[in-house]
Every structure is written in C-alpha cells, then in structure tokens.
C-alpha cells in the first residue's frame, strides 16, 4: 500500500476530512475571558473604595458642577 492510503487506512480518516480549527471560536472565548477580567478587577476597585473608580462610575452625563 502506498503511504497516504496506509494512513487512511490506519485511522478510518482522509486527509482532507480533518477538522479544521475554528479561529473565529477561540478569539470569542479569549475576548470573553478578557472582558471578565477586566470586569473582576473593576468590582474590586469598587469594592475597596477607590476614588478613581469610583468618580468615574459616579458622573452622569450632561451633568455640570457649578
């Protein structure tokens, strides 16, 4: 048998039939664990108090110190 035929043979898969890797799904799961820590880190800004944080999450638009 030639080489390429023994392997089809050997795993019951063609070459051309494999699973090709789904990017599009990796970089969602990556964005998404990114966001949830950044999301993380902002509640423990919040929850230890800091002024930043929390005058930034404070302001509303439109709104004007006088």
């Known amino acids: 048998m030639a ?5 089809t043979f050997l795993t019951g898969v063609e070459d051309d039939k494999l ?6 799904y ?3 799961q ?5 966001k949830k820590k950044q999301d993380e880190k ?3 800004k919040l929850e230890k ?5 929390n ?10 110190k006088r």
Do not use: C, F, H
Request: charged share 40%.
């Open 55 to 64: 005058a930034v999450s404070d302001r509303t638009p439109g709104a004007s």
């Open 26 to 28: 990796e970089k969602r």
């Open 42 to 44: 902002r509640q423990r």
């Open 19 to 24: 699973a090709k890797p789904n990017y599009q």
């Open 3 to 7: 080489p390429a035929r023994l392997s």
């Open 49 to 53: 108090g800091d002024p930043e944080a």
């Open 30 to 34: 990556k964005e998404m664990a990114k």
